[in-house]
């Protein structure tokens, strides 16, 4: 009967309703589809033999995945965003509004417009597999829930619950959903049509399924207190002032969450409807909207492999895996892989080092576990296909072996002559390493072309990106099961080359150098990152030289400095912290515990390196001219990456800084930045920047760049258009 709706009327009266859009690998809900669905609720509501309805899942790991995005790509019309609106929480509504009882049965993703269609269903039950999530994410593409969303759950859950809920976009796995009252409850997945049944005969019996369900009860106190008005209008100035905090008013998506909330407490249920299309059709046609969609489009895109990339391997393939090195990184990334099935061996020299990995798994396990993200059977079960190791055997059965030891060619290399004879000649080996040359670490690897490297960023559990770097001896082979790793491990691949600090760090290199020039030279060091942050970063550079430490970022440093010569100078700045560090012992920090001022060893530092350059006071700089001064350097140096070819396309280094660093996403990335306020400013920037400091003066490359006035292609054929055709993955999102 329909592409999506699949029902299925037994002698009990029940239809059964299975969700599964046979075109696509997810089921997400178009225009289409919605009105497919429409035209299911008119039968429901004309048949007078059905006696309720299950809604189910035929997709494996899926329930409904969102509505749409391609739809909202081009809509950038006010009227037609709130049509789609109108339309969509017309459907619901008439959903909600059938008389017999109405059942979801939520097994896999639950996001956005899917559940916004599950809260329009009268009862909800989630099953406890782990790839259960339901959630709103919709901020974090721009937009707000439209349709219902943000009138529905502060409905079931209470605003309070609600507000943080829709304004963060935190996906809740099924526990977790219980206990914040988004479903009734929870059951394993076989158990959920069984449910299902029960619940529709309970209503029936008794006019209410609710006594079937054992979810915790908030006291009535603490119920009442959150009803009220004063509670009410209280949590919504708290959650005004904290997201102009963290986001300085550059998103309006969660200010317009806020007010269609606050709009809503004096409307009744129509009106509420009617003021969420409202913010709606304000935030489609927005830039920062516009921004978000793009970079949503391109990690979905990043997920394929390479087109050039002859061979492939399907990220199902791999079955076993192993880590050398037990450190933070080694244990994430072990952890990672055994969270997605993987046997995964942990190895390292000592005992003692395994055993603090493993301590470190079960720490991360346990903080899951007791955020309700993984039941202690789910926590139990991963931890159990992780084998801890201080030898080699059995590596020979491994498809891949990541290392993740100590920062030192040599001793990297040490580790990769013996895995070589450890393995076979299909594992592929792949280094961590942050920025050290892989085809260094490869050199005394007697099969050269099956060494990829793999950067995953700290804390690998929670950074998004993993930059996939090949050799100019890299196989074929050996780069697709290495992008499968990636792919199966549900993080974003980005293809680099192999150089100093591949693309991340060999970008981020310039904005810390720069920030430590800036040190030294302005009258107020915490303008520094008080330009950044009104830039867009997440945090200053001074703060993320304290969050990474000195001595790695003095590593990086000096690494790209002998690569890349005078325009990676180290700033004067870094040599007196090392001198500060031999003379107190331990490693200085820039900035005071409050992290609101600088550190007065850090000053009398620099009061040295002005004294010795003929200035005392320093000198006074716009925050403007000194966020010029940190971004352009980012690039230039961008600009080079993409002539050389380490970065494939201009999206890539945009997709690789977001997720990577941090860089405004509301910008869309250094390049896209760049494009938006000219290239050719860009570089009359920096040329009037040279004049005083030569190391910043503009590169060929961006010269290049800037006389086409575009970053997409240039004349050795590296770059390419974005396609938005970027698998079906990529078509559901909020």
Same mark, same amino acid.
């Given at each position: 009967?329909?592409? /999506? ?13 299975? *969700? ?13 589809? /919605? ?148 479903? +009734? ?16 005969? @309970? ?46 008013? +550059? ?41 978000? *969609? ?17 061979? @492939? ?8 895996? #192993? ?9 994430? *990334? ?53 084998? !801890? ?33 450890? @393995? ?5 080996? #792949?280094?961590? @390493? ?11 690897? !007697?099969? !050269? ?29 050996? %780069? ?31 904005? /810390?150098?720069?920030?430590?020039? %800036? %040190? ?34 003095? +590593? &990086? ?69 000194? #966020? ?17 070819? &380490? ?9 690789? /800084? ?24 860009? &570089? ?13 003066? !503009? ?36």
């Amino acid at each position: 009967m329909a592409d /999506m709706w699949h029902p299925e009327k037994s002698d009990d009266g029940i239809l059964r309703v299975t *969700i599964d859009r046979k075109d696509r690998p997810v089921s997400a809900l178009s225009r289409s589809m /919605m009105e497919e669905l429409r035209e299911l609720v008119q039968s429901i509501k004309s048949d007078s033999s059905i006696r309720g309805v299950l809604f189910q899942s035929g997709k494996p790991g899926v329930f409904i995945a969102g509505a749409d995005i391609t739809e909202f790509e081009n809509l950038t019309d006010k009227a037609a965003a709130e049509e789609v609106s109108a339309f969509g929480q017309g459907v619901f509504q008439e959903l909600e509004n059938l008389k017999v009882p109405t059942v979801a049965l939520i097994s896999g993703a639950c996001l956005g417009g899917g559940l916004e269609f599950a809260l329009a269903c009268r009862y909800r039950v989630a099953s406890t597999h782990e790839k259960t999530k339901l959630g709103l994410p919709e901020v974090q593409l721009g937009l707000l829930p439209g349709w219902g969303g943000t009138v529905r759950l502060p409905r079931q859950i209470g605003l309070i619950d609600a507000l943080p809920l829709v304004l963060s976009g935190r996906q809740l796995g099924g526990f977790q959903a219980r206990s914040k009252g988004v479903v +009734h409850e929870v059951v394993p997945i076989e158990a959920l049509a069984s449910v299902g049944e029960k619940i529709i005969r @309970t209503h029936h019996e008794f006019g209410s399924a609710s006594k079937l369900f054992s979810r915790s009860k908030k006291p009535g106190w603490q119920k009442f207190l959150e009803g009220t008005t004063f509670a009410k209008k209280f949590a919504l100035k708290k959650a005004r002032q904290e997201v102009m905090s963290k986001t300085h008013g +550059h998103y309006p998506a969660p200010l317009q969450i806020i007010e269609t909330f606050e709009k809503g407490l004096s409307a009744d249920g129509k009106r509420q409807f009617r003021i969420e299309s409202d913010g709606i059709s304000k935030l489609a046609a927005n830039p920062v909207t516009r921004e978000c *969609i793009r970079l949503f489009f391109l990690s979905e895109e990043a997920k394929k492999p390479p087109k050039e990339l002859e061979a @492939t391997f399907h990220a199902k393939g791999l079955k076993r895996a #192993a880590v050398v090195g037990a450190g933070a990184m080694g244990a994430g *990334i072990a952890l990672l892989l055994a969270r997605k099935g993987i046997a995964t061996r942990l190895n390292d020299i000592k005992p003692e080092f395994v055993a603090r990995g493993v301590k470190t798994v079960r720490d991360l396990l346990g903080k899951d576990t007791k955020r309700k993200k993984l039941t202690k059977r789910q926590a139990e079960e991963i931890f159990d296909r992780l084998s !801890p190791a201080t030898d080699y055997r059995g590596l020979n059965n491994a498809d891949v072996v990541i290392e993740a030891v100590v920062e030192v060619t040599d001793v990297k290399r040490q580790v990769f002559a013996e895995l070589a004879e450890a @393995t076979n000649p299909q594992t592929v080996l #792949a280094t961590n @390493t942050s920025s050290l040359l892989v085809s260094e670490i490869a050199r005394d690897v !007697p099969h !050269p072309e099956r060494v990829v490297g793999l950067h995953f960023f700290n804390p690998p559990h929670q950074m998004p990106l993993v930059e996939v770097i090949r050799t100019d001896q890299t196989s074929d082979e050996a %780069l697709a099961k290495a992008f499968a790793v990636v792919q199966r491990l549900g993080k974003t691949p980005v293809v680099v080359g192999d150089c100093a600090g591949f693309l991340v760090n060999r970008l981020l290199g310039p904005y /810390m150098n720069e920030a430590g020039f %800036l %040190l030294a030279e302005v009258a107020d060091p915490m303008e520094i990152d008080k330009a950044a942050v009104d830039f867009g970063m997440p945090m200053g550079p001074l703060a993320l030289s304290d969050l990474v430490g000195l001595d790695v970022a003095a +590593h &990086v440093a000096d690494n790209l400095y002998q690569a890349y010569g005078e325009r990676m100078k180290p700033a004067s700045i870094w040599g007196a912290l090392k001198q500060l560090r031999e003379k107190l012992g331990s490693q200085p920090k820039l900035l005071a515990k409050d992290g609101r001022s600088v550190q007065e060893s850090v000053l009398r530092c620099i009061t040295g390196l002005r004294k010795s350059s003929g200035s005392t006071t320093g000198t006074q700089l716009s925050r403007e001219a000194i #966020a010029q001064r940190l971004v352009f350097p980012v690039i230039n140096e961008a600009a080079i990456c993409l002539a050389e070819g &380490v970065a494939r396309r201009p999206e890539d280094i945009d997709l690789a /800084m977001v997720f990577g660093t941090g860089f405004a996403p509301f910008r869309g990335g250094p390049l896209r930045y760049a494009e938006s306020i000219g290239l050719q400013s860009v &570089v009359d920037g920096l040329d009037q920047l040279a004049k005083t400091y030569s190391h910043l003066a !503009p590169s060929d490359a961006l010269r290049k760049f800037a006389r086409s006035g575009t970053f997409t292609g240039d004349s050795n054929g590296h770059g390419d258009a974005v396609s938005h055709d970027s698998g079906e993955a990529s078509r559901a999102a909020g």
